[in-house]
């Protein structure tokens, strides 16, 4: 039963991060391909930590995709927000490189 539960959250976000991938490319806005990265990056997160069988997932690497994700959500809305008329701080880092 927690395999097939496991498998319905991985396609759950997958789709989620399909949909902000339609809204980003209708829009061009980057709050939604950031969000679309981050719903990838809990998919696959929800994927190895069922196909390496994570006993306690605080515990392993597993867990740093999660928090980078979650990062990234907040990283979006602060660029959303703070830079709303203006160049967004993602946009200025990515820049640099």
């Not at 981050?38 to 690497?61: D, I, K």
């Not at 602060?78 to 203006?86: I, Q, T, Y």
Request: proline share 1%; net charge positive; no cysteine.
């Amino acid at each position: 039963m927690i395999e097939f539960l496991s498998g319905a959250v991985t396609v759950g976000y997958l789709v989620a991060a399909g949909f902000f991938v339609r809204y980003w490319r209708k829009t061009a806005e980057r709050l939604f391909l950031i969000f679309a990265i981050a719903f990838g990056l809990l998919a696959v997160n929800q994927a190895l930590a069922h196909v390496l069988s994570v006993v306690s997932e605080p515990n392993s690497f597993v867990y740093g995709l999660r928090a980078a994700a979650f990062l990234l959500i907040l990283v979006a809305i602060v660029d959303k927000n703070l830079f709303a008329g203006e160049e967004g701080l993602v946009s200025r880092v990515l820049r640099r490189k």
